[in-house]
């Protein structure tokens, strides 16, 4: 089958990027409003794409009515926001904050979540995820119905069972990380395998 992206409306282009480009992992975002209180919403367009510096990226949509989500409007007014990596314990309370509550709901201690304070910003983290990342807005690039946030990491906490004991690698025992595939599918990296290049191949290239 081919699709034609030029022409194609936006929900078809939606479902399909969505359906290939899976998986995705999610950051359980958090923010804070004006007034203090604490928001949290699950994003998937998100990824790292730079180490030095170290950026991240968020794209978010406009609600149907085209008013901003409440995490954007929290990110361009403090510039702040944490990203909160999740596996199976916290599944279902990540998919429950992705709920459209009002902004007076604390999503997280709704959910059962808890709040742990970070030490560079404003907003909290989520106590129980396995690792968090602090960050400060880089640039937002605007389209009508979109933002894409770049935000740079200023701290990172891992739980410390989820790293050596040099705290230099994963342990991939520890840290099973869940990520969505397409509509409400996930899936959950607990079927991790190594894999390297052939040894013949590299050897042809002197590497
Ligand atoms: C797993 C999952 C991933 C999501 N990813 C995104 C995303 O990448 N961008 C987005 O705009 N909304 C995404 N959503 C929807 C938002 O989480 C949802 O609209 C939420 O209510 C926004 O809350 P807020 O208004 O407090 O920001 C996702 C929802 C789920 C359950």
Redesign the pocket.
Known sequence: MEFDFESLPPQDRYRLLCSFVAPRP?ALVTTTAADGTP?A??????NVFSQDPPIVI????ARPDGTE????RNIRRSGEFTVNLCDMAIAQQ??DC???FADAVDEVALTGLSHAPSLKIAPARVAEAPASLECRTERIIDYPRRAIVLGEVVQMHVRDACLDAAGRYVRPEAYQPVA?LHADNYIVSDRQFVLTATETLKAATGS
Do not use: C, D, H, W
């Open positions: 999610i928001n919403a699950p994003m998937s367009f998100f968020l794209g978010i949509q989500k409440e995490t954007m990540m998919v992705g709920i459209g969505r």
